[in-house]
């Protein structure tokens, strides 16, 4: 990191910390995720569920990390992948370039973040990494104009590369080691969430009832009815008239998308808008027909006229179809015997599924 401030930032972090009162980064007056998976890839940052990864987080640094997020405005699920990313939780990292702790500050950045600490304190480190995260989502907040996910990347690109990188790049820059970092860093926040991580692997989800999540510890990301153009897809009916719900999982955290309800495959197909899916016809009354759009390529876990119960594994999650789209899953179901679509969010609620359950209720589409 180059040298990110001068006395007059410590001097304003200090006036603004007594009055700090900032929710984490999940707040619905924060960030929230993109309206629909297609228009971007930027979901896990916001990624927050009750106390975030307890599994993952060393014991000792968990208030810490707790704290952090209320300083920096950041998710703890965030701070803790950015810690692993620089550090592997090691206090006594030291980089080949002298960058020092558990968040790798080097001696001409120290000065202005760490307030007379330890850089090989984890505590005084964390604590560190708040503010100078702080202080770089202010930096940039006009600079993203309104683009939270913009915003989330060009922080990290800052605290990677040096402020000024970004500021001269006009935003996120076109730098392959930034470009890693916080890819690196957004994918990973899915492991520091104790209840909404992806279900990954291929794994069978075992039921209480009958229905289930078709992408479980996803986020419910486009609703039923109109929407208008997606940027980057497209304006054409099948876009706008969204015939479906959309769930979509971290970037770089594809899930398994299963069986919603018992119900037997009646096919398995593609066309150059759907891409790779699977359709069956419920086997109770009222025999809705099911279909999962957008599988990954060669994913596809399951046979035509096979009998597959609720939470069966059917593909990955996947983007195949239309140019342009980030991987999700458009869940879409059809009235009995060929019948036109209907919305499926009244029909998952009646049948005891949380379209947007805790931590996963912070994008705009949960709130429509």
Known sequence: MKRAGLALVV??????????????????????????????????????????GEAQIPEEYREDVAKAAQVSGFSQELIASQIFQESTWDPSATSPSGARGLAQFKDNTW???????????GRDSIAAQARFLKWLKDRYTDLANGDEEELVKMVLSGYRLGFTVVEDAGGVPDHPDATAYWTEILARTAIYTTECKP?????????????????????????????????????????????????????????????????????????????????????????????????AAGSIRVSEGEAVPAGKALCTEGNTGLDGMKPHLHFQINAPNGGAPIDP????????????????????????
């Open 199 to 295: 279900v990954v692997g291929g794994d069978d989800v075992v039921v209480a009832g009958d229905w289930t999540h078709p992408l479980p510890g996803s986020y419910f990301t486009s609703g039923f009815g109109y929407r208008g153009c997606v940027a980057g897809v497209g304006c054409d009916d099948f876009i706008a008239n969204h015939n479906a719900l959309d769930f979509a999982n971290p970037a770089g955290s594809p899930g398994t998308v299963v069986a919603a309800t018992a119900m037997t495959v009646t096919g398995i197909n593609s066309d150059p808008a759907s891409g790779m899916y699977v359709e069956g016809v419920q086997d109770e009354a009222p025999h809705y027909t099911l279909k999962y759009l957008h599988c």
């Open 111 to 121: 000065p202005d973040f760490g307030e007379g600490g330890d850089p090989y304190n």
């Open 345 to 368: 969010r009244p029909i998952l609620e009646a049948n005891g599924v949380a379209v947007c359950p805790p931590g996963r209720d912070v994008t705009d589409a949960c709130a429509s």
């Open 11 to 52: 001097l304003f972090l200090l006036i603004l910390g007594a009055a700090l009162v900032m929710l984490p980064f999940v707040a619905a007056a924060s960030f929230q995720a993109s309206k629909t998976t297609q228009t971007g890839g930027g979901i896990a940052e916001i990624c927050a569920a009750g106390e975030a």
